[in-house]
């Protein structure tokens, strides 16, 4: 299942990245200064999708990506494909599973997975 991963930025900032099925991120978000602006933009993004726009782009070295807007501003920005059609793909991908994505918080707590060797100390 795709899914909104938010975490927190070496900053104190705040961040989401929209995942696929396999767990290849698609896209990231714009720093946000508190947890609730990525809440709000991931809930605007599955309730609201007409409101964006989805800009298609390429690097100087040839790569594929987009920038998803809303009003002028940029939210987010996708990782870099190396054809078109890809890039394309991403943004189905996006389309198809984004709007029922769950959401999964990791930025309270950095160490989410467990230390065996501290657990066999005990």
Same mark, same amino acid.
């Given at each position: 299942?795709? /899914? ?71 939210? /987010? ?46």
């Amino acid at each position: 299942m795709s /899914a909104f991963v938010i975490s927190k930025r070496s900053n104190e900032n705040f961040k989401f990245t929209f995942a696929n099925r396999r767990g290849k991120t698609i896209f990231t978000s714009i720093a946000c200064k508190e947890k609730s602006d990525c809440e709000l933009i991931i809930s605007t993004l599955q309730n609201d999708l007409e409101s964006f726009t989805f800009r298609k782009a390429r690097t100087g070295s040839g790569k594929y990506f987009f920038r998803i807007t809303r009003g002028g501003l940029v939210l /987010a920005t996708s990782r870099k494909f190396s054809t078109e059609r890809l890039l394309q793909k991403g943004i189905d991908q996006f389309m198809k599973y984004g709007l029922s994505a769950e959401t999964l918080d990791f930025s309270e707590n950095e160490d989410i997975f467990v230390d065996v060797d501290a657990l066999a100390e005990d």
